[in-house]
């Protein structure tokens, strides 16, 4: 097994997330912590250092108004392993108006955004790293993209984590006003035309903050290999031809990796505080049944433990989910399997929610689909009832619930791309192989196909489903858990450590 770095290097993770709020997931009250985003993953992360034995500390930007409502519930709930652990002064807040009164973490108006970014920059950059003197530093996304040009500049390794494939711009002149000292490390930022001077460049040729980490980092990331290969080849033409051409530069010279993210130890059904009735890979078969009435219930669905239930659980957008695929087949799915009684069940925001209340309506199907805003307890019950979840997306940088499917015994049926390639593999019970159901042709034919696949599962005699069932829980959560990931970040950190600086 993997041990801490030897010298127990000092390693400082920047991430600008103390909560993941995705797109329609509603306000404050709302709130998860476990939402699978960058939030959670450094959470899981810095705990998991902590119990192999690293010396690691946290900046993070002093969001009042979020922690006066959440801190107490975040940093106990969440960060309550670290805590307990850590002295007070390993979590260190930037300090800066623009984000005290923030309800969110982003605002959703660029500009505004930008301004939180830099202001968190600058005082990681003034006064933090000076504080902490790490031996690494650890970036993710956008929002620390400007901080690998100085940890170059100062001779730090520096690692950039590629979660999400978003970026924002801004002049020198206006990282300068934000007060940052971008002339000390202009020539390891990355412009979006090529800079000749620093005079040049200040006040009209935009800085790229996404690609700049990329760029300056002396590792990078992504958090799935497949992702980082499809990057690399080229086949995802919404990433920008700057940041494919410099991830493909750190890949080449053996600077890039993928490392999967995993799920929250607390997705477990064997301790999972918000379903109805726990159980594990030896019991799931009656528990799940119990779980599946009890939730058929609640949401005004036959109840029938036999129906077979197919639960969606990521946010209802149609420009990465694939929900516009399960809305062309929605209603003939119900309708082929009409006598197995066939249930759908949304938990989710979204643009496309309106799409799936009208097919109920207008087919009058409402004891066949239960479509339901997004809600933390609501969406565990639908794990443990369930017995498939969708995930069509068409890209996918890493990926979560088909990783909780498994643990829950809930089975995938998934487009294959980015993490879902990497974590689901196609069922085969007659060799006691594969986890979920894939598709590789991204249309609603393709989700056709695969759901027929999972429906020709679910029609198998109950011993082999039960027998196959328990070795997929089984696998999960040896395969999907956040130590191994922990593990492979601290084998990066030794890497880095061991080779030579470059500048």
Same mark, same amino acid.
């Given at each position: ?13 920047? $991430?600008?997330?103390v909560t993941?709020? *995705? ?5 404050m009250?709302?709130?998860s912590?476990?939402?699978g985003?960058?939030?959670d993953?450094?959470?899981a992360?810095?705990s ?19 922690? +006066? ?8 709930? +969440? ?6 652990r850590?002295?007070?002064e ?11 009164y923030l309800?969110?973490?982003y605002s ?12 968190f ?5 003034n ?33 950039f984590t ?9 002049t020198?002149?206006?990282i ?6 971008a002339?000390a490390?202009?020539n390891?930022?990355?412009?979006r035309? $090529?800079?000749h001077s620093?005079e ?10 996404l ?5 300056a ?19 995802? *033409?919404?990433?920008e031809?700057c940041?494919?051409q410099e991830? =493909? ?20 059904p ?23 009435t009890y ?12 129906a077979?239930?197919f639960?969606?659980?990521s ?20 309708s082929?399997?009409?006598d197995?009684?066939l249930?759908l ?12 209340h ?8 409402r ?5 339901? +805003?997004f809600?933390e307890?609501?969406?565990?019950q ?11 997306? =068409? ?11 498994c ?9 294959? $791309?980015?993490?879902?390639? +990497? ?10 192989k ?5 598709f590789?042709?991204h ?13 020709d599962f679910y ?20 395969e999907?858990?956040h ?7 601290i ?13």
């Amino acid at each position: 097994m993997t041990s801490a770095p030897k010298k127990s290097p000092r390693i400082l993770i920047v $991430t600008p997330e103390v909560t993941y709020l *995705p797109e329609g997931m509603g306000n404050m009250s709302n709130f998860s912590a476990k939402a699978g985003g960058l939030a959670d993953v450094s959470a899981a992360l810095i705990s998991c250092l902590f119990d192999l034995g690293a010396d690691v500390h946290v900046a993070l930007p002093d969001f009042r108004s979020i922690f +006066d409502g959440y801190l107490p519930k975040l940093f106990n709930r +969440d960060l309550e392993r670290i805590t307990k652990r850590i002295e007070d002064e390993r979590i260190h807040l930037a300090e800066d108006r623009v984000f005290y009164y923030l309800q969110h973490v982003y605002s959703g108006y660029s500009r505004k955004d930008i301004h939180v970014s830099l202001a968190f920059q600058r005082e990681v950059i003034n006064n933090i790293i000076p504080r902490v003197e790490p031996d690494i530093i650890h970036c993710n996304d956008w929002m620390t993209g400007l901080i690998p040009a100085m940890a170059r500049r100062l001779g730090i390794p520096c690692l950039f984590t590629v979660h999400n494939i978003h970026t924002m711009t801004e002049t020198m002149a206006g990282i300068e006003d934000r007060g940052i000292d971008a002339a000390a490390f202009w020539n390891y930022l990355y412009f979006r035309n $090529t800079p000749h001077s620093y005079e040049e460049s200040r006040g009209h040729n935009p800085v790229d903050f996404l690609t700049s980490g990329v760029f300056a980092s002396h590792y990078v990331n992504t958090v799935s290999p497949t992702f980082l290969k499809e990057i690399i080849e080229n086949r995802h *033409p919404f990433v920008e031809p700057c940041l494919q051409q410099e991830l =493909s530069n750190k890949y080449y010279a053996g600077c890039a990796d993928g490392i999967l993210n995993a799920p929250d130890p607390e997705f477990n059904p064997a301790v999972d505080e918000m379903i109805q009735f726990n159980y594990g890979p030896k019991n799931h078969r009656i528990k799940k049944r119990e779980n599946k009435t009890y939730l058929q219930e609640m949401l005004g669905l036959d109840v029938d433990e036999n129906a077979p239930v197919f639960f969606w659980p990521s946010r209802l957008d149609p420009v990465q989910k694939g929900c516009d695929l399960l809305s062309d087949i929605a209603f003939e799915i119900v309708s082929k399997y009409w006598d197995s009684k066939l249930q759908l069940i949304f938990v989710a925001n979204g643009a496309f929610q309106k799409h799936f209340h009208d097919i109920a309506d207008f087919h009058r199907i409402r004891n066949r689909i239960s479509v339901n +805003d997004f809600n933390e307890a609501l969406s565990h019950q639908a794990f443990a009832s369930s017995d498939f979840l969708f995930m069509p997306s =068409s890209f996918e940088p890493c990926g979560l619930p088909q990783m909780t499917g498994c643990i829950y015994g809930t089975l995938p049926v998934v487009f294959d $791309t980015g993490g879902l390639h +990497d974590t689901i593999r196609q069922l085969d019970p007659d060799n006691g192989k594969g986890n979920g159901f894939l598709f590789n042709v991204h249309d609603s034919n393709g989700l056709k196909w695969a759901v027929d696949r999972a429906m020709d599962f679910y029609f198998l005699d109950d011993s082999v489903k039960e027998r196959e069932i328990k070795r997929i829980m089984t696998d999960g959560v040896l395969e999907f858990n956040h130590t191994a990931c922990a593990e492979k970040y601290i084998n990066l950190y030794e890497k880095m450590l061991e080779r030579p600086f470059i500048v």
